[in-house]
């Protein structure tokens, strides 16, 4: 067995969160969050980490409503990503995670409270956050001291009792598998573009960008507009 399979399977929290230093590039006391939520949802849904055909089939779907290191977490614990279309992203700005089968539609809501959880980080953290990241304007020893007391507040958000986080059984509203769309080309750059984000005009095929239109994208903000003729 792949080792990160096996360390969720042996719910080795510490172990998850080294592999998630490597993927999200930083230990942070939200991508700690991110795998404790997760283990917590997969234990009280039942299910393991995506393998070949719960990948393929999209079986179980991860929901998340907010970009942040939490998401990274999830990806890493659960194995729900971006790329295979079992991660859902709700731009609601919640640190909160749902996990579902979809067979049933049946999923465990998990949410994280910012301000309950305050207590768990070491004296001056949030402070010297704000200065480093928030604000942009640490020293060099400032960020080094950051990483320090990040890396103890992660270590404490893996082992949050259950207690912490509002944990809750719900019923998903069915979100469709990923289609399989048809290429055609842009007549302007040349490139093939999914048929669904095409536009016509004249007669002639473009891609969103060459016919100057908006189109969506997720940023650090959330789903915004972007492009157009500006
Ligand atoms: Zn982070
Ligand atoms: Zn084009």
Redesign the pocket.
Known sequence: MLTLNRLVEERDAEGILEYAREF?G?V?P??ALGIRASLLAMEELGVKRLDYSGSVDESILAIVEVNS?FT?GVQVTTGCTLGNNSLIYLDLGKTALTLVKRSTWEGVRIYADAERLARYYPPGARELFNKVIRERRGTPEERAKLRELWEEAAHRMLHLPREEFKVERVKVPPIEQAPIFDSVRCSKCGELVMETRAVHVDGETFCLRCAGERYLGVVGRGIIELGGME
């Open positions: 999200h930083h942070c939200y991508l290191c990274d």
